[in-house]
């Protein structure tokens, strides 16, 4: 940026523009999509039904697929400017979904490392969410965080295509997905760092079935799957066969940057709530709010949320700038699972047996901040690789560095 008064005009105006855009989003969320969480939650037509409205709604109101590609139909805006509206859409679990932007990940991966085939066949239709798409990594019989051990199996069938098979579980949305991304070994044997890679299941494909429904903490969403001998085109690969440690490690450094934007938002949502309360509810000490004891929850509750916002937006930036995130990523998604967790639990608390029971949105909100601390890697994997890769810079005597 330069010091002429015109550099300065135009960032304001940009400034001002992207306040009026998240305000839009934000009022979108409140009004439209909150109020019809519990028909959401409950799944089933109405919740089909619901979901089409609003994303219509959105469609009119020039809020459809907004951080997506603008010649795959989306709005085209960049990942720092969606990261300054993605923590208002995220308030709400279902506020990616109704505005378009739930296939920002996917699509960004199959445009970087599908080929012009699956490109061609499946780009279009997810960002028009005619399409949905589900992430298969995590075993029942291996530890998630050791993908070297993935027991899934990939060969080659005769006309060149994969033949796969093998069992994944916690594979969220798998239910109503068209297509799946599965994580398997074509080459090599258990342990080998060489040898997975990623290949695009389509879920209509014989052999493929969802086993069942794995309720997490009593909500669902989650799925255990199995592919028996599953055939897929040679060209339904992402990347090359190889690659996908590689390509999965990108993956999860946006993907878990995304839902930290996410959870600040729901993170903001229990704080505002848990104030509302604090200021409200009277007994005859007067209002809660005027206990110390209730302010400090609230103090550690802010500190935490403003502590970590800093901290994801930082990993927005690196990422934007295709530069190395991995320790920025680590430490926004450790601080921003924590946070939730504690948010949630501070508000629930002061709501007193109200915050554990059906009619505010804490209970839900507080199963995210738990499972967060587990999903995309638990918080020890990015403890340790993050103090690893810190401690790698300073050399111990005697000891050969790390490779
Ligand atoms: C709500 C939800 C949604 C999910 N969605 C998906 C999805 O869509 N697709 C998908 O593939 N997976 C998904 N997962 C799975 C998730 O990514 C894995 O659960 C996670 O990576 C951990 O793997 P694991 O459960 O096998 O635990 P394990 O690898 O068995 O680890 C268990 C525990 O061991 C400890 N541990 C592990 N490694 C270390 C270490 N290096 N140092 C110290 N302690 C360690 C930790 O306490 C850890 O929690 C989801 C999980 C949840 C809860």
Known sequence: MT????????????????????????????TRVIPREAVLDGGGPAA???????RGR???????????????????????????????????????????????????????????????????????????????????DVPGTDPFRTGTRAERGPDGGWIVTGRKWFTSGAAGADLVTVMAR????????EGLTLLLVPTASAGFRVVRELPVL??????????????????????????????????LQLGRTLRCLRWLGQAQRAFDLMCERAATRSGSRGPLADQQLVQSHVFDALLALRTTRPLVHEAVALIDAGRDARTEVGLAKVAAARMLQQVTDSAIQIHGAAGLGPDTPLPGLFRTGRAARILDGPDELHITSVARRILRDHP???VAPEA
Not at 3 to 24: C, I, K, M, N, P
Request: proline letters at 6%; hydrophobic letters at 35%; charged letters at 25%.
């Open 3 to 30: 010091d002429s008064g015109t550099d300065h005009t135009s960032v304001r105006q940009q400034d001002a523009e992207g306040h009026e855009l998240r305000d839009r989003i934000d009022r979108f969320v409140r």
């Open 48 to 54: 089909a039904q619901t979901l089409a409205e609003l």
């Open 58 to 140: 959105a469609q009119a109101e020039g809020l459809w697929a907004l951080p997506l590609p603008v010649e795959l139909g989306g709005g085209g805006l960049g990942l720092r400017a969606y990261a300054a509206t993605a923590e208002a859409e995220g308030a709400s679990e279902h506020g990616p979904a109704a505005l378009g932007s739930a296939p920002l990940l996917d699509v960004t991966m199959l445009a970087r490392h599908g080929g012009p085939a699956v490109r061609e066949a499946y780009l279009k239709a997810l960002v028009a969410g005619e399409i949905r798409t589900c992430y298969a990594m995590t075993e029942p």
């Open 186 to 193: 074509t080459h090599g044997g258990d342990g080998d760092r």
């Open 218 to 251: 009593g909500a669902g969403g989650q799925y255990e799957i199995e592919l028996d001998r599953v055939r897929v085109p040679a060209d339904h690969v992402l990347g090359e066969p190889g690659d996908a440690l590689a390509i999965a490690g990108e993956r």
């Open 396 to 398: 111990r005597p005697g």
